[in-house]
């Protein structure tokens, strides 16, 4: 009646296991360090840059505890704080002698501390918010006229080729505002060019004015399209943050928006403000230009270019003229990603590209047979030529750019396509630095309260329930075990609202215990056996125990769902609570009295407190304690 079978026993005693190693690098802590990683592509984080920065630390006499070469970059580690913050300086000005033309992210960070190979095996500590662990809070205000005034740039780009395509001729085309006028010298070719930018003007209101010696179409953006252009600007504008913020090696940041026209960027563990600022501001584009074929290849970067040419420089480090005016540039690309050469087995980067793209870089190719293009990326007004091919036949919606030297390469290349341009500038309106002390007086306090609530819970449990009650109190431990286990399997970002949710787990879970003792007392006062009153008080206890927790269940998920930022922390730490709560009070509590009370032919009294116990055999009345 009161023994699991063995299946059930190893499974309970596993996941224990389990639960004990994933929560135990949360014990380890984490160390002030600084992260190297590469800026820009074809810039290595290898072992020799590992070698050039123990040499430069032993050279200033800075005492480093460990320096690793991991995934995400180099990690160096420090004792304190204030080594870290030294170190940083002597670093950034070692590797980035000339500031403006950085090769390397040097950065603040706080790295775990846990040995490799738990790391190796995806134990790795909890990630702790903005709150806990310190960082930088942005509010950036995205400049929407910039963006509404980019896109009319684009609409006027494209109607002038489709007419130019039409033959059709005008005598002025021009942007007044959100309006575009259109001006034609006679009434007929007003009317054929109705036909043909009819497609291209959906977003605008279209009228025909003027007399009869000055005829205009004049398209006015409609209110809808306005709004639309504005929320894709700040939708593409979130994506490449997301993608940039990767550098910094920040943990679970936080990239929302806030209201029509702002971006909330939190980045917990960041220190270096700076930085962070000038990475976010990043405005690295891709643009697509032909290869000046009319003059010889130029032999030094000191060649002067010819007219409407510009000089860059080939990955190689061979220059080349291309072509100032731009075939295509990254705006057209919906997707990107690494792959490689099916001829060759290189890596490579597949694109693909929208309607717009895809038809003039088909015509563009058509015209240019035999001939090189160049793709280009540009950042903080470096140039570099990643790719310069000879144009073999006629290009589509899809093309292949090779020649990158690494799968890593690739990657990083098709990321940053991803990411693509800022759609819009924006301006830091507000920056706020939480320190690592405040964090770490948060963390100190949070769990100052919830272990004051979990002794006094304890004790209370213990006085009143005797053995039960320490089997009650065994469960809550080992559901906070598997809590902090499950929080750290998941890499959930753990705030202040989330330690909330922690003792809030607590008091539930210490409920439903609550709840089978009193079911045990209650069948021990009905009068039956201690043996039937455990079988009976589990059993009945459970109905109650799991609609409790499933009504409190769908309030979490509806604050998942509909929450955002540490409220959806907070519902992820209640639902997980739950999910624990059930197993450590149900399995796990049962089985601990299964142990106890199992294996005893014939059990006299039960240790759960004061008890009227009304034997059903001899119907005497007898006081447990």
Same mark, same amino acid.
Request: net charge negative; proline share 3%.
């Given at each position: 009646m009161n023994k699991f079978p063995l299946w059930k026993n190893l499974l309970i005693v596993a996941v224990l296991l389990v639960g004990f190693f994933y929560t135990l690098p949360n014990f380890y802590g984490?160390?002030?360090?600084?992260? @190297?990683?590469?800026?820009?592509?074809?810039?290595?984080?290898?072992?020799?840059?590992?070698?050039?920065?123990?040499?430069?630390? &032993?050279?200033?006499?800075?005492?480093?505890? &460990?320096?690793?070469?991991?995934?995400?970059?180099?990690?160096?580690?420090?004792?304190?704080?204030?080594?870290?913050?030294?170190a940083k300086d002597i670093l950034d000005r070692a590797l980035n002698p000339d500031p403006r033309n950085a090769n390397y992210v040097v950065a603040l960070n706080l790295v775990a501390n846990a040995p490799k190979w738990m790391r190796d095996l995806g134990a790795l500590p909890m990630y702790l918010g903005l709150d806990l662990s310190g960082g930088v809070h942005f509010l950036l205000?995205?400049?929407?006229?910039?963006?509404?005034?980019?896109?009319?740039?684009?609409?006027?780009?494209? +109607?002038?080729?489709?007419?130019?395509?039409?033959?059709?001729?005008?005598?002025?085309?021009?942007?007044?505002?959100? *309006?575009?006028?259109?001006?034609?010298?006679?009434?007929?070719?007003?009317?054929?060019?109705?036909?043909?930018?009819?497609?291209?003007?959906?977003?605008?209101?279209?009228?025909?004015?003027?007399?009869?010696?000055?005829?205009?179409?004049v398209a006015v953006l409609k209110q809808d399209s306005f709004t639309r252009i504005q929320e894709q600007a700040i939708k593409q504008n979130i994506l490449a943050l997301k993608n940039r913020v990767n550098e910094l090696g920040a943990k679970e940041p936080i990239i929302q928006? &806030?209201?029509?026209?702002?971006?909330?960027?939190?980045?917990?563990?960041?220190?270096?403000?700076?930085?962070?600022?000038?990475?976010? %501001?990043?405005?690295?584009?891709?643009?697509?230009?032909?290869?000046?074929?009319?003059?010889?290849?130029?032999?030094? #970067?000191?060649? +002067?270019?010819?007219?409407?040419?510009?000089?860059?420089?080939?990955?190689?480090?061979?220059p080349v003229f291309v072509k100032k005016s731009v075939v295509l540039t990254g705006d057209v690309i919906t997707d990107a990603g690494a792959g490689f050469d099916s001829q060759t087995n290189r890596p490579s980067v597949n694109i693909s590209m929208d309607s717009k793209g895809a038809r003039i870089i088909r015509q563009v190719s058509r015209d240019n047979l035999k001939k090189r293009m160049a793709i280009l990326l540009i950042e903080k007004n470096k140039t570099e030529a990643i790719s310069v091919a000879t144009i073999q036949d006629e290009l589509g919606a899809r093309f292949q750019i090779t020649g990158l030297t690494s799968p890593k390469e690739a990657n990083d290349l098709a990321l940053l396509l991803r990411s693509g341009a800022l759609a819009a500038p924006m301006d830091f309106i507000e920056e706020r630095t939480v320190g690592p002390s405040l964090g770490a007086e948060n963390i100190a306090r949070g769990f100052h309260s919830t272990w004051i609530g979990f002794t006094a819970i304890s #004790?209370?449990?213990?006085?009143?329930?005797?053995?039960?009650?320490? @089997?009650?109190?065994?469960?809550? =431990?080992?559901?906070?075990?598997?809590?902090? =286990?499950? #929080?750290?399997?998941?890499?959930?970002?753990?705030?202040?609202?989330?330690? =909330?949710?922690?003792?809030?787990?607590?008091?539930m879970a210490i409920d439903a215990n609550v709840l089978i003792n009193e079911r045990i007392r209650e069948e021990i006062r009905n009068g039956n056996s201690p043996g039937a009153a455990i079988a009976a008080g589990y059993e009945r206890a459970f109905a109650t125990i799991l609609d409790s927790n499933v009504t409190t269940g769908i309030a979490g998920i509806a604050?998942?769902?509909?929450?955002?930022?540490?409220?959806?922390?907070?519902?992820?730490?209640?639902?997980?609570?739950?999910?624990?709560?059930?197993?450590?009070?149900?399995?796990?509590?049962?089985?601990?009295?299964?142990? @106890?009370?199992?294996? *005893?032919?014939?059990?006299?009294?039960?240790?759960? %407190?004061?008890?009227?116990?009304?034997?059903?055999?001899?119907?005497?009345?007898?006081?447990?304690?």
């Open positions: 984490q160390s002030p360090a600084v992260q @190297i990683s590469g800026q820009g592509l074809g810039v290595r984080v290898d072992s020799q840059l590992m070698a050039q920065v123990e040499g430069v630390l &032993q050279s200033n006499h800075i005492q480093a505890t &460990q320096i690793s070469l991991e995934s995400d970059g180099l990690k160096v580690r420090f004792p304190d704080a204030d080594t870290q913050l030294k205000q995205v400049d929407m006229k910039v963006a509404v005034d980019k896109r009319l740039d684009s609409i006027l780009s494209e +109607i002038r080729t489709e007419l130019r395509d039409q033959r059709i001729y005008y005598d002025a085309i021009k942007r007044e505002g959100v *309006r575009l006028v259109l001006v034609f010298h006679d009434a007929q070719s007003r009317q054929q060019a109705h036909k043909a930018i009819d497609n291209l003007l959906q977003d605008f209101a279209v009228s025909d004015q003027g007399s009869a010696g000055d005829n205009e179409i928006q &806030q209201g029509l026209d702002r971006i909330i960027v939190e980045l917990p563990g960041v220190q270096d403000t700076a930085k962070a600022k000038e990475i976010i %501001g990043r405005t690295a584009s891709l643009e697509i230009r032909l290869v000046d074929e009319d003059h010889a290849n130029p032999t030094s #970067l000191q060649d +002067i270019p010819p007219y409407g040419d510009e000089l860059v420089v080939e990955r190689n480090g061979y #004790l209370f449990m213990v006085a009143y329930y005797l053995l039960f009650g320490f @089997i009650s109190v065994f469960a809550l =431990a080992c559901n906070v075990l598997l809590l902090i =286990a499950m #929080l750290s399997l998941l890499q959930a970002t753990l705030t202040l609202p989330g330690m =909330a949710g922690i003792a809030l787990t607590v008091g604050l998942f769902a509909f929450g955002s930022g540490p409220v959806k922390g907070f519902a992820v730490v209640l639902v997980l609570g739950i999910i624990t709560s059930m197993f450590s009070s149900v399995l796990v509590s049962r089985a601990f009295v299964n142990l @106890i009370y199992g294996s *005893r032919r014939k059990i006299s009294q039960l240790s759960i %407190g004061n008890v009227k116990w009304h034997s059903s055999k001899d119907n005497n009345t007898t006081s447990k304690g």
